[in-house]
């Protein structure tokens, strides 16, 4: 049983406080607001304006505090792993190496076939089939079998779940960021009233913000989002209906070792 701890059947959370995600979430948002506000540097008898990513100012602010916010509210390896799901979404079903299995499971139920004729099951190698037969031959129960998947599923899930919900918080955090680059923008375009040059690039903040928010909102966050869901309706709807089939052919097996064991008491009378 201790090979089952080593494929995750039964899995312990190992989530962590990250200092370090925390100190470049913080760093990131102050850059931005930095990057927004600007600052007036003294330089000899005079004084300059230092803004960074200049050429990018609006972008940054939007795309830059969006990604600040989520680390702040997730962590460096959920973004990643976020990232990684979205790709693989593009270009694979999340359940496509499922439905050979689905199918060789249909097949053995009409033709009457034992589940024990599918895998070997002599160790545990992380196939979930040759798993569960292994359970199988390890006299484990039905029940005892479906706790053991329905934790590594759930486990699984669990991360999907997070992608969606950290995709669904870039969803609102950006245009948010966006109407608050365009207040920022409005106040330095009062503020610049008496020097028309500066009404140009305050103003670009103020339209730019709420534009870059709106569509990395709208056009970037939530259509990924739908998309993560979606699939993750798909995940779980397979694993039930595998395990359901598990379960018939499962208790055809406990049926005719039951009628086995009737036989045998019938001839020894």
Excluded at 83 to 92: D, E, G, P, W
Excluded at 131 to 159: C, H, P, S
Excluded at 183 to 204: C, K, N, R, W, Y
């Amino acid at each position: 049983m201790n090979s089952l701890l080593n494929k995750e059947y039964l899995t312990v959370s190992k989530k962590r406080f990250d200092p370090i995600t925390v100190v470049f979430s913080v760093g990131l948002l102050v850059a931005v607001l930095f990057n927004a506000v600007g600052m007036d540097l003294g330089a000899g008898t005079g004084s300059q304006e230092l803004i960074l990513f200049n050429d990018f100012r609006s972008f940054f602010f939007v795309v830059g505090g969006t990604l600040g916010v989520l680390l702040f509210q997730f962590d460096l390896e959920t973004l990643v792993k976020t990232l990684i799901l979205v790709l693989r979404s593009f270009f694979a079903n999340p359940v496509k190496h499922l439905n050979p299995t689905i199918e060789e499971l249909d097949e053995t139920i009409i033709k009457s076939r034992s589940i024990m004729d599918l895998r070997e099951g002599k160790e545990i190698t992380g196939e979930l089939l040759n798993d569960i037969i292994y359970m199988i031959r390890q006299k484990l129960f039905y029940e005892e079998i479906e706790d053991f998947v329905g934790n590594r599923i759930a486990t699984i899930f669990m991360g999907r779940k997070t992608a969606a919900a950290l995709l669904n918080k870039g969803a609102k955090v950006a245009p948010a960021l966006g109407l608050l680059g365009t207040v920022i923008g409005l106040i330095e375009v009062l503020q610049s009233l008496d020097d028309p040059a500066s009404i140009g690039p305050a103003m670009s903040l103020a339209l730019m913000t709420t534009a870059f928010g709106s569509v990395l909102g709208s056009l970037v966050f939530t259509p990924l989002a739908g998309r993560l869901e979606h699939h993750n309706s798909i995940y779980v709807e397979t694993h039930k209906l595998l395990m359901n089939r598990i379960s018939v052919l499962i208790r055809r097996e406990d049926r005719l070792l039951d009628i086995t064991k009737m036989n045998r008491k019938v001839d020894e009378t």
